[in-house]
C-alpha cells in the first residue's frame, strides 16, 4: 500500500518504519545506503535530506520513488532558470518577492491545506466583484477552480515560474494567509536573487 | 480594479509609512489621477497594485521594502482593501514614466 507524502516530516516517518520492519539500526542503514548516520537521523526526523541521500537510502529499503509520468503532469513552466541557485529568470523584483510570496502560501498549504483552502475562497468573492475583463475574470475562476482541486494542481499553479503563474498571482486570493513573520523572511529572500 | 480613490488611500498609506510628505506613483495606475476608473479602458486598471516610490530613499531602497513589508502583497491591508502598494526604488522609477503626487489632506 502506499500514501502520498507531502512533507519532510512525513517522508522520515515513513523511512523509519521501514527501517525498523527490517530490523536495521540507523548505522546499518547508513552503511548500506552509504551515507552518514547523521545524515540518515536527520532524514528521520524530518529535518532534511539531500536528494542523493534520500534516493539512497529509499534503494537499500526497496522503496522507489515513484512519480507521474509526462501525459499525466499538469503543464510545466518553460521558463529558462536562471543560473544562480536555480533561480528562475523573472526579471523584476516585484515578479520574484510575488514568486517567494507564494513559495510560503504553498509551504503554508502543506500544513495547513483545508485552512489556507477556506481564506482563499472567502476572499474571493470581494476579488470577483472588483475584476473586469474578460481575462482576469477567467484568472479568478481558474482560482476557484483548483481550490476545489487536487493539491498538487493548487502547488503548481502557485509556484509556476511562467508568465501563466505570473499572470494568475496578479489576482491571488491568499491574501492574509501570511503571518507578518512569514511575508517579512519572502520578501528578504526576493532580495536576495 | 483599482479604482481613483484606492489610489488616495494608498498615497495617504504610504506618506504615513515612509513619513514623507509626497511619494512618486509609477506605473499604469498613476493615470488615475487624470482620470476616474470609469473614464478608462478595462485593461488600464487590470492590477490590484499600485507602484509607490518613496521620494527619498537609501541605496539599499530601505522604505521601498519597508512598503512591501506594511502593505504589499498578500498583507493584511490587502486582504482589507482588495489592493496592495507595491514598493519601488528609486532607479525603476526613474526608467518608468512617473508622476508625482501629493496627498490628499483632510479625509
Keep these: ?193 | 480594479m483599482v479604482s481613483r480613490s484606492d489610489l488616495e488611500h494608498a498615497i495617504r498609506a504610504s506618506t504615513r509609512i515612509v513619513q514623507q510628505k509626497s511619494v512618486i506613483i509609477v506605473g499604469s495606475q498613476a493615470v488615475l489621477g487624470s482620470w476616474d476608473e470609469d473614464e478608462l479602458p478595462a485593461e488600464a486598471t487590470l492590477s490590484v497594485e499600485i507602484d509607490v516610490c518613496p521620494m527619498h530613499d537609501d541605496d539599499a531602497e530601505s522604505l521601498a521594502t519597508e512598503l512591501d513589508a506594511r502593505i504589499g502583497e498578500l498583507s493584511s491591508f490587502h486582504e482589507t482593501h482588495g489592493f496592495y502598494i507595491q514598493g519601488v526604488g528609486r532607479r525603476t522609477a526613474l526608467l518608468s514614466t512617473a508622476r508625482r503626487t501629493t496627498p490628499m489632506s483632510g479625509h
Excluded at chain 1, 536495521?24 to 524530518?46: H, K
Excluded at chain 1, 489556507?116 to 466583484?129: D, F, G, M, T, Y
Excluded at chain 1, 477552480?145 to 509556476?160: F, I, K, M, Q, S
Design chain 1, 1 to 193: 500500500m502506499s500514501v502520498a507524502v507531502t512533507t519532510e516530516t512525513q517522508v522520515g516517518t515513513a523511512v523509519r518504519a521501514q527501517r525498523l520492519s527490517r530490523e536495521l539500526d540507523q548505522r546499518d542503514l547508513a552503511e548500506l545506503a552509504g551515507v552518514g548516520t547523521s545524515a540518515v537521523r536527520r532524514l528521520e526526523s524530518g529535518q532534511g535530506s539531500t536528494m542523493r541521500t534520500l534516493l539512497a537510502v529509499l534503494a537499500v529499503l526497496e522503496m522507489p520513488l515513484t512519480l507521474p509520468t509526462a501525459e499525466h503532469q499538469p503543464p510545466v513552466s518553460r521558463r529558462v532558470r536562471g543560473k544562480t541557485h536555480g533561480r528562475p529568470a523573472l526579471e523584476r523584483r516585484e515578479e520574484k518577492i510575488s514568486l517567494e510570496l507564494h513559495r510560503a502560501v504553498a509551504r503554508r498549504l502543506r500544513h495547513d491545506g483545508p485552512s489556507v483552502r477556506a481564506k482563499a475562497r472567502a476572499n474571493l468573492p470581494r476579488i470577483e466583484s472588483k475584476v473586469h475583463g474578460r481575462q482576469a475574470v477567467d484568472w479568478v475562476r481558474q482560482w476557484r477552480d483548483a481550490l476545489d482541486g487536487p493539491t498538487h494542481e493548487l502547488l503548481d499553479l502557485l509556484v509556476r515560474e511562467d508568465e501563466h503563474g505570473i499572470d494568475m498571482r496578479q489576482v491571488s486570493p491568499f491574501a492574509g494567509v501570511l503571518s507578518d513573520d512569514e511575508r517579512t523572511a519572502a520578501i528578504r529572500k526576493a532580495r536576495q536573487w
